[in-house]
């Protein structure tokens, strides 16, 4: 068996069209178009097999000989080596001509393949978000061990630690990521909830706030930590909500603690969030 199971050479006109254009309906093809003579070619074609393996057949990778299929490359509009088409639903849908490193044809792939490890993933924070952390916990434990390197899944595992409370797990894996990891914005986020989870961990419930809310609806101190706990648990609309409450009457309280916890919220939705978008807007035009 070969050791790359999901890589193929497309032979003439006819087999590019079945197992390209037709084979792309159903899933992701990446044609590598190529020559012996192209030493950046050389270097390709081994990155693009063995992450073809790496994605589980999420992408199928079809090499085209230019030298042998030559009408088949001027069809295909190719001018220059190694040119890379990926086709979706019978249609080109992105490509790159010359050689990339391996990070870069990860995030090329990634702007259009969900590979497995992604719906593991992603299957685990659903589970997390219903509640069920044994499961998510589960699913992400098997994810880590088809991929022990992946630190994706490491986030996964320190934020579902974090959604079911567990926060000192939570803390030693996100100090156990390498630095560049924990220099994203997903880490960076995951810090910041982590930090605000326990500075509440020892306040009342939602439900108990809402309660002392209702008794004494200008008491500001109560408000913040209804805000904090909605943060904690995603709650992003009802904590903005609370703390833009604060903001409108008093914008200096606590030294502008509700003012600050709002741009916080905006750092971990990020700026294109409609949320983002419609509380900045607000504040902006109260401040200004």
């Known amino acids: 068996m070969s050791d790359f199971p999901f890589v193929i050479d497309i032979q003439d006109a006819g087999h590019f069209e079945q197992q390209v254009i037709e084979a792309s309906k159903q899933q992701a093809i990446l044609v590598d178009f190529w020559a012996e003579w192209c030493q950046p070619c050389k270097t390709l074609i081994p990155l693009l097999s063995q992450l073809s393996n790496d994605y589980k057949g999420a992408f199928i990778l079809a090499k085209v000989n230019?030298?042998?299929?030559q009408e088949l490359v001027a069809s295909a509009g190719v001018r220059n080596l190694p040119t890379v088409k990926l086709y979706k639903e019978g249609v080109v849908v992105d490509e790159f001509v010359g050689a990339k490193t391996e990070s870069e044809l990860r995030q090329f792939l990634d702007n259009h393949i969900e590979n497995e490890l992604d719906k593991q993933i992603q299957q685990a924070l659903v589970c997390s978000e219903a509640g069920d952390y044994q499961q998510a916990t589960e699913i992400l434990k098997i994810a880590n061990q088809q991929d022990p390197s992946n630190s994706d899944v490491y986030v996964a595992i320190a934020q579902v630690y974090l959604q079911s409370g567990d926060?000192?797990?939570?803390e030693a894996v996100l100090k156990a990521l390498p630095a560049n990891i924990q220099m994203t914005d997903k880490v960076k986020s995951?810090?910041?909830?982590?930090n605000l989870a326990k500075v509440t961990s020892d306040a009342?419930?939602?439900s108990e706030l809402l309660t002392q809310l209702d008794a004494n609806p200008d008491n500001h101190e109560i408000r913040l930590q209804l805000a904090n706990q909605y943060s904690v648990s995603q709650q992003y609309e009802q904590a903005?909500?609370?703390?833009?409450?604060?903001?409108?009457?008093?914008?200096d309280f606590?030294?502008?603690?509700?003012?600050?916890?709002?741009?916080q919220i905006f750092?971990?939705?990020g700026s294109q969030e409609p949320l983002t978008r419609?509380?900045?807007?607000?504040?902006a035009t109260l401040l200004h």
């Open 66 to 69: 230019a030298d042998e299929q």
């Open 167 to 170: 926060f000192e797990n939570c």
């Open 190 to 194: 995951l810090n910041d909830a982590l």
């Open 204 to 206: 009342p419930d939602v």
């Open 240 to 251: 903005l909500e609370a703390l833009f409450y604060i903001v409108q009457r008093e914008v």
């Open 254 to 263: 606590q030294d502008g603690e509700a003012k600050a916890a709002m741009l």
């Open 267 to 269: 750092a971990v939705l």
């Open 278 to 283: 419609q509380y900045r807007t607000q504040l």
